[in-house]
């Protein structure tokens, strides 16, 4: 989404427009009342003014040295010209040096006799009047008061109004140029605060862009403390929770396709294995039909031919059964249901007797075997189950030896185990073959298989018997031939 409206530009432009609609209304104020008020003001220092001399007067003090200095601060302050007159036109008191000219306006405005003034009664009561008086002449405006104190005395007030108008226009002005400058530093200010604040909320948008698009490395880094990096802090959490939770999901989802993939690995096995297991028992059942048929119906009567005829039948029998058993063997070592007795035995001795029982086999095909040791090698094992792993081993050497038809057994010593290999010259394995020569019926040459009777199971057994001791087995190409290996405890850990 695209932002059509910067965040900093209205925060700035708001607290400009702020800024600037104060000063203009502050100017207006001070244009339209400030007159008002300040006319107003100078009422009530007048009328306060005329009831200080009024005590005066009551008390008998107009003449006294201590009023002297409280009639000076009224005229003062208040920027107000006072007369007072006896009753017989006497000056008893004035704050002016031309008392004549003051005592002639104060003719003028007891008895209306200038035709150049015109008057505004802004106050009146029996003790005095409150005027507004305007000499077009001078083009002047006064605020006048007159009236009668407690002793009789006639008492004259006036101030002039024209300095009220220019203290006015003067503040206006200053009031301009101060709300010009404060516009311009607003701007800047609301600039500088703007970014303040749209800074952290812009990190923020990045950082919830980031995260909708699953990067969950972006962090807020603000440290202001408020209410933003509050939100900050929280968007930081929200984020760890969902990596951790997608994570999550991610893992379930892994392990999930994993089960899938091993579910559809063991029905393709399932299939695999009943296709091998009909192939492998397809040919000894054809055999033992074939032979039983011919048996059955007198091919040859000669007891010779029924005699071969029989030791086929037996031999495809036997196979079979070999095969089969093998089988079970291999499915409850696959199920954990052969369970696994450790003990402590002489390998070199169990070695030797299963060189001995394959003797006549060595024999036969004419192959040479070394087994260089008599000491007794000391493991912790299940003893039966190591023999069928010895014998599969040798087994297959006899089957696969070439070249000089040589085998040799040896052990490779370590600190807490021992290697057992078992060496045949002959043609190596093909790299691509070498994973799956533990897999159930996998053959390499199938047809050299067949040949000695082998059924692809032996090697499957000898995975699955270590496995269940949790130990390691496998299998090394050389130059000359083929090192099949596995490895045994020495010591109880």
């Known amino acids: ?40 003001n100078k009422q009530n220092v007048m009328l306060e003014g005329f009831s200080a001399i009024n005590a005066e007067s009551a008390n008998g003090s107009l003449w006294s040295e ?66 507004k008086r305007v000499d077009s002449r001078l083009d002047a405006e006064y605020l006048i008061l007159w009236g009668t104190l407690e002793d009789g005395n006639l008492i004259l007030m006036r101030t002039a109004l024209e300095s009220i108008r ?41 950082i919830s862009k980031k995260m909708t698009g699953l990067d969950f490395n972006a962090k807020y880094t603000g440290k202001a403390a408020n209410e933003i990096d509050l939100l900050g802090e929280h968007m930081n959490q929200l984020s760890e929770a969902l ?48 032979y039983a048929e011919g048996l059955q119906e007198c091919v040859h009567d000669d007891e010779e031919s029924r005699n071969f ?4 039948i037996v031999d495809e029998a036997d196979k079979m059964n070999r095969m089969v058993k093998k089988l079970l063997t291999l499915n409850q070592l696959e199920f954990g249901n052969d369970m696994v007795t450790l003990e402590r035995f002489d390998l070199t001795e169990l070695i030797q007797g299963v060189i001995q029982s394959a003797s006549i086999l060595l024999k036969q095909n004419e192959i040479s075997l070394t087994f260089n040791t008599d000491m007794p090698m000391y493991v912790w094992a299940d003893e039966f189950k ?46 691509e073959d070498i994973e799956n020569i533990w897999i159930k019926f996998y053959k390499v040459d199938k047809a050299r298989t067949r040949e000695y009777g082998g059924s692809g199971i032996g090697l499957s057994i000898v995975k699955a018997i270590m496995d269940s001791h949790h ?22 850990n």
Request: charged share 20%; hydrophobic share 40%.
């Open 66 to 131: 201590d009023f002297d200095i409280h009639f000076e601060r009224i005229c003062a302050n208040g920027n107000i010209s006072i007369m007072i007159i006896s009753a017989d036109g006497t000056i008893v008191r004035s704050s002016v040096n031309d008392t004549e000219r003051l005592k002639r306006e104060f003719m003028e405005v007891l008895f209306g006799s200038s035709a150049d003034a015109s008057t505004e009664v802004l106050q009146e009561n029996n003790r005095y009047v409150l005027q």
């Open 243 to 290: 990596e951790k939770t997608i994570s999550e999901l991610k893992s379930a989802n892994n392990e999930l396709q994993i089960d899938i993939e091993k579910k559809n690995q063991i029905d393709e096995m399932r299939k695999e294995f009943l296709s091998n297991v009909s192939h492998e028992l397809k040919t000894p059942l054809a055999l033992i039909q074939g």
């Open 1 to 40: 989404m695209k932002v059509k409206r910067s965040i900093t530009l209205q925060l700035t432009g708001s607290i400009l427009g702020l800024v600037t609609i104060t000063v203009l209304l502050c100017w207006f104020l001070n244009t339209t009342f400030l007159e008002t008020y300040y006319t107003y």
């Open 166 to 206: 220019e203290n006015v226009w003067v503040s206006n002005r200053f009031l301009a140029y101060v709300g010009g400058v404060a516009i311009v530093f607003g701007a800047i200010i609301s600039m500088f605060v703007s970014k303040k604040i749209a800074g952290p909320i812009l990190e923020l948008t990045q």
């Open 386 to 431: 190591i023999e069928e792993v010895i014998t599969n081993y040798l087994s297959n050497a006899i089957h696969h030896a070439a070249f000089e038809k040589h085998i040799d057994i040896k052990y490779t010593q370590h600190e807490d185990y021992v290697r057992v290999s078992v060496f045949n010259t002959g043609n190596a394995i093909p790299q």
């Open 471 to 492: 130990r390691e087995c496998g299998v090394v190409n050389h130059a000359n031939g083929v090192e099949f290996w596995f490895e045994l405890d020495t010591k109880n």
């Open 309 to 312: 005829y029989c030791e086929v």
